[in-house]
């Protein structure tokens, strides 16, 4: 191997175990949280960390297909100019499940003056955490994705399908919610993904079967790092689409791939602690503290500006659904998934805010970085969030109806995301959004040739 020189500290000791590593996947999340960037000899590792690496500036906002969107600026209007990419220190792990031994390391893009690219999703989420530290607070970020495990071939009308069950060999039909059995059946996976977290330093601690054949939760420990809780997350979700195709699957986390079937969320999981390492949500049920309300508070008033980053994409809206654990409004309340906001059951000293609203599609550091910043303008504006709903939720609130294209408008227009993310993300990411949405609409489905062409 050559020199180490200019590998950060904190990435050495990973590197010194990395035996018989020849590669290096170096990984650039883009606004949709797709992993772009290329492979390198672990022989330039070093240069890596010294020089950066130059990657195309239009990566961080190309579509859902992989393309340059040129109305962000990105693009032709620059010349499609290459910015210098740096290592994320401390970001160096294994690619466990691969022969022969990997690497992979974060990334982070720079602008054209070497500062932050303030686009960079990693980086919108950084100027969030920042803010926490200036009012001396810290906050503790557990990220929840569900997702389901698919048979790797479509069915006969190219349509994705349920997986066989490796116990038995029949294929998913039941749905069997936090059924053990289904834990057994899939052991394989479960064990596998279990095997190559360890590997990876990334703290998954629980698996759960989810509300629909075939679906999965694998859940991350919180940390009081919330850049480090996304980068987890990232990385989880990369080595469960990586375990279920080498065993026969593909792991899916659309947010709806079913009509007749559960979605899958990403659900947020965050307290905030003061200096002194106390959480000041802290409160007895019934009995909120009024950093809590007035955190809730914000995050209702934030939601509709966000909603945008919550559901990103034309099928997000399909798991708006009545009566299927899904947020249809901002309400909150305690131990009840009925509603947007659930304080869960907990003791006082760990009570937390789970935000349900966000789908398994959504980038996880942006998602964070909304999340936080609509608790951070409650605290700052003591916003109050009203009574907690108790009981149903559906049947006492007013439900709401969501639409891509009004969501992309209403992001365009939002004081809210410029106040927080800048005007440069605001228009970047709701160009990309608004071309994919034009794209999207360009296309003729099934259901408008089973609709009008022979009725027209």
Not at 40 to 49: S, T
Not at 90 to 96: E, I, K, M, Q, W
Not at 297 to 326: E, I, K, W
């Amino acid at each position: 191997m050559a020199g180490t020189a200019y590998i950060a500290e904190a990435d050495a000791k990973t590197l010194s175990a990395l035996t018989d590593c020849a590669h290096v996947d170096l990984l650039l999340p883009d606004m949709n949280g797709l992993l772009r960037g290329k492979r390198v000899a672990i022989d330039a590792l070093d240069k890596v960390y010294r020089d950066g690496v130059c990657l195309p500036m239009s990566l961080i906002a190309t579509d859902i297909t992989g393309n340059t969107v040129e109305e962000t600026g990105l693009g032709y209007d620059i010349g499609d100019e290459d910015r210098i990419c740096r290592p994320v220190a401390g970001s160096l792990r294994a690619v466990p499940w691969l022969q022969p031994p990997m690497a992979q390391l974060l990334l982070s893009m720079e602008d054209a003056e070497g500062g932050v690219f303030a686009a960079n999703p990693r980086e919108v989420l950084a100027r969030v955490v920042e803010r926490f530290k200036a009012r001396g607070l810290t906050p503790v970020v557990a990220v929840e994705m569900e997702f389901y495990l698919l048979d790797a071939e479509l069915g006969p009308d190219r349509r994705p399908q349920t997986s066989i069950n490796p116990a038995t060999g029949d294929r998913n039909e039941s749905t069997q919610v936090y059924y053990m059995q289904d834990l057994v059946d899939y052991q394989p996976f479960t064990n596998a993904v279990s095997e190559a977290c360890r590997a990876q330093g990334i703290p998954a601690d629980t698996a759960v079967a989810e509300y629909a054949p075939g679906q999965f939760e694998i859940n991350l420990h919180h940390r009081n790092d919330a850049l480090g809780a996304c980068d987890d997350a990232l990385m989880l979700k990369r080595t469960i689409k990586a375990i279920a195709e080498q065993q026969g699957m593909l792991a899916s986390f659309m947010a709806k791939p079913f009509v007749e079937q559960a979605g899958s969320g990403t659900h947020i999981h965050i307290s905030l602690l003061d200096q002194r390492g106390q959480n000041i949500f802290a409160s007895p049920v019934g009995e909120p503290s009024d950093p809590l309300r007035f955190a809730l508070g914000g995050l209702q008033r934030s939601t509709r500006d966000c909603m945008l980053l919550f559901a990103p994409h034309a099928n997000s809206y399909r798991r708006f659904v009545l009566n299927a654990f899904v947020p249809l409004n901002e309400c909150w309340g305690y131990n009840n998934r009925t509603v947007a906001l659930r304080i869960p059951h907990s003791d006082e000293r760990n009570t937390r805010i789970e935000h349900r609203i966000a789908g398994a599609d959504a980038n996880p550091y942006l998602i964070t970085a909304a999340v936080l910043a609509g608790i951070l303008e409650g605290l700052e504006r003591e916003y109050d969030p009203g009574p907690p709903v108790v009981g149903n939720a559906y049947e006492q609130t007013e439900l709401r109806e969501l639409y891509w294209r009004q969501t992309i408008a209403e992001f365009l227009e939002s004081d809210f995301v410029e106040r927080h993310f800048g005007s440069e993300f605001r228009h970047i990411y709701g160009q990309q959004k608004l071309k994919e949405l034009r794209s999207f609409y360009t296309e003729v489905t099934d259901l408008e040739y089973r609709w009008y062409l022979r009725a027209l």
